[in-house]
């Protein structure tokens, strides 16, 4: 493609763009941030997360619907056989509007999750100092009938100076915790 785009500056401009595109939709899919939300009561601990993405293509989509809809109105007014194009925006438009409407849509693309535990059933509290990072181990059932007890893990980010404070938080309302130091599995 550079031999036959890169003779031309138009045809370096369109194969630069056409790189850049390729680049940024490859960094879409490797680049992906999800935010983890704990809050913490005194009988159970909530997990929220999500992933904010989604959330930036909704405008992109209106805006570029708002644009070409004028441009192919234009068309149109050139040349009537041409009302087949304005199918482009009008179901951009659409789309972006069912985007922002839908609640189980957005729930499905954020990878939104709900979950409750009970952390009062922490068996084992670890601490590893390096990351600031506590891991809450506790026995869980799944939801079907023939499964078994199993650990998971919750673990707990904290800030530097946090740390500590959260450590003896969870010691003194997990008293029957085993506490332990060192390397978490993340």
């Not at 659409?94 to 952390?119: I, L, P, T, V």
């Not at 500590?164 to 506490?179: G, M, T």
Request: aromatic share 10%; proline share 4%; glycine share 6%.
């Amino acid at each position: 493609m550079a031999s036959l785009f890169a003779q031309t500056l138009l045809g370096s401009f369109l194969l630069g763009g056409m790189f850049l595109f390729g680049i940024l939709i490859a960094m879409s899919i490797t680049h992906q941030t999800k935010i983890i939300v704990y809050r913490f009561t005194e009988a159970s601990a909530e997990v929220c997360s999500w992933k904010p993405q989604i959330d930036s293509v909704k405008p992109v989509l209106k805006w570029l619907s708002i644009i070409l809809l004028p441009i192919v109105g234009v068309i149109i007014l050139m040349d009537p056989g041409l009302a087949i194009t304005a199918i482009g925006p009008l179901g951009i438009g659409a789309m972006a509007w069912m985007m922002g409407s839908s609640n189980e849509y957005q729930k499905m693309q954020r990878n939104s999750r709900h979950d409750e535990m009970e952390w009062k059933k922490t068996e084992i509290i670890r601490t590893w100092r390096k990351r600031n990072i506590i891991s809450l181990t506790y026995q869980w059932k799944p939801y079907s009938k023939n499964s078994r007890y199993r650990p998971l893990t919750h673990l707990v980010y904290c800030h530097g100076g946090e740390l500590e404070k959260r450590i003896q938080f969870f010691r003194k309302h997990l008293p029957n915790a085993k506490y332990e130091e060192g390397k978490i599995d993340i």
